[in-house]
């Protein structure tokens, strides 16, 4: 059976190598189009002032990259990344793995769950195809943004976090926003800064 300070140590390497990978990552990041590099200098830009970022593109045009980047460039480069599709969970599921849950919270929560803002506490939390999510989420997500707070599913104990959130999208949220289907006071915390990455047809020479 491993120690307390032996499972610690276990799960800083974990991180450790998660970090080195991610690294690696950022250092197969090449574009060589007038439009990719601008983006590119736009991250160097954002980075570092800690504030909410919103990445808009095409699917394939380097999303998820363009966060991991804007994390390792900012003061937070040392804490944890965490990075959640909202499209890839059911509905119902996502607040949970979202904000946790208390045990007993509902049938089969047996113990407490902790959810990706507890465990990006510190760092920054990438949340891909934002739009997914339902009214009810995005009302909470709003909250955490601006207050640095939330409950678990199934709690009332209010939890602080320091998380910055990278939202990402394929669609067009201003529109989304008109018709109802998504916050507009969400949309204007997440505008501080809009990164949007061409589509690669017309980055023809960024496609390996």
Not at 1 to 26: A, F, G, V, Y
Not at 192 to 208: G, N
């Amino acid at each position: 059976m491993l120690k307390i300070s032996e499972t610690d140590q276990l799960e800083s390497d974990i991180l450790k190598n998660s970090s080195q990978q991610l690294r690696q990552q950022q250092d197969n990041l090449i574009g060589e189009s007038p439009s990719f590099v601008s983006c590119l200098e736009h991250v160097s830009y954002a980075a570092p002032l800690n504030r909410p970022v919103l990445i808009v593109g095409e699917r394939g045009t380097g999303k998820e990259l363009i966060a991991s980047r804007m994390h390792f460039l900012s003061t937070r480069w040392e804490q944890p990344y965490v990075k959640m599709n909202c499209a890839a969970i059911n509905e119902n599921l996502l607040e949970n793995e979202l904000f946790g849950h208390e045990s007993g919270a509902f049938t089969g929560a047996q113990k407490r769950h902790e959810g990706r803002f507890e465990q990006a506490d510190g760092g920054t939390l990438f949340l891909d195809e934002l739009a997914n999510s339902s009214l009810s989420v995005q009302e909470k997500l709003l909250r955490v943004i601006e207050y640095g707070e939330f409950e678990r599913v199934g709690g009332s104990k209010t939890i602080k976090v320091d998380v910055r959130v990278i939202a990402a999208t394929n669609e067009d949220l201003p529109q989304l926003a008109k018709k109802g289907n998504f916050r507009a006071d969400l949309l204007d915390r997440l505008a501080f800064d809009v990164i949007t990455l061409p589509p690669l047809r017309y980055r023809k020479e960024d496609i390996l």
